[in-house]
């Protein structure tokens, strides 16, 4: 079965730099959601995005920036890259979850690794 | 502070053993979910439990949620190596995103 695609899988970068980062969500999932893992830490939610539109917003630095296109993929555009944004960046996608049942999971990637030097 | 708390925070255990890891979390929720890890790679659903149900299985793993106590707990009957890895619970309240635990790290001793 088809998974949620991330892009790159590896990543360096110097301080200051921009990196952008790709996600392509399981055909027919209409939201994507992207967290960080710090080192040692636990996934941290950062934005979701429903049919183009962002649906929730969580500890997304004003460095970042992202979006979904027309074919639900999604980017993440991180600029004035610092040390701590070392981490894995996941991403996931699931059916919207209209009536709010909550009976949905997310599926998650395999992850981007960031390390910024 | 976080939404969802794992305790023990390490368990070490024989192959054969039951392991068995507590969650707590802090408001109402819609579901709670419960994902591994392996070292440093992606996170994989295990298990999905919704705040109208109190036990739910999947092969070797079963699931507690007690809304009254804001916790829930994890129970991998007859563990393998290969079950090594740490395990996370995830709460999902209203909106979208899930809110993670500290997460267990579970060592399964051949």
């Known amino acids: 079965a088809a998974g949620v695609i991330q892009s790159p899988r590896h990543l360096i970068k110097e301080k200051r730099e921009t990196a952008t980062l790709k996600c392509y969500p399981i055909?027919?999932?209409?939201?994507v959601y992207w967290y960080q893992q710090g080192p040692g830490q636990d996934p941290q939610f950062l934005i979701s995005f429903y049919e183009k539109m962002q649906s929730d917003k969580g500890s997304i630095p004003d460095r970042f920036s992202a979006q979904q296109f027309s074919d639900y993929h999604s980017e993440l555009n991180m600029s004035s890259l610092e040390l701590g944004d070392s981490a894995l960046y996941f991403c996931?996608?699931?059916?919207?979850?209209?009536?709010?049942?909550?009976?949905?999971?997310?599926?998650f990637g395999p992850g981007t690794r960031l390390t910024v030097t | 502070s976080q939404q969802g708390e794992e305790d023990p925070q390490a368990l070490s255990i024989q192959e054969g053993e039951n392991a068995t890891m507590n969650c707590s979390y802090k408001t109402s929720i819609n579901n709670l979910q419960w994902y591994r890890q392996n070292s440093g790679r992606g996170l994989v659903h295990l298990i999905l439990i919704r705040s109208n149900e109190r036990e739910k299985h999947s092969g070797r793993l079963r699931v507690t949620l007690d809304t009254s106590k804001k916790s829930s707990s994890l129970l991998i009957t007859a563990s393998r190596a290969a079950d090594t890895a740490s395990y996370f619970c995830?709460?999902?309240?209203?909106?979208?995103?899930?809110?993670f635990g500290g997460g267990t790290r579970v060592l399964v001793k051949p």
């Open positions: 055909p027919r999932h209409d939201t």
């Open positions: 995830a709460t999902k309240a209203a909106g979208n995103k899930l809110t």
């Open positions: 996931a996608s699931s059916p919207a979850d209209l009536r709010g049942g909550g009976t949905y999971e997310q599926y």
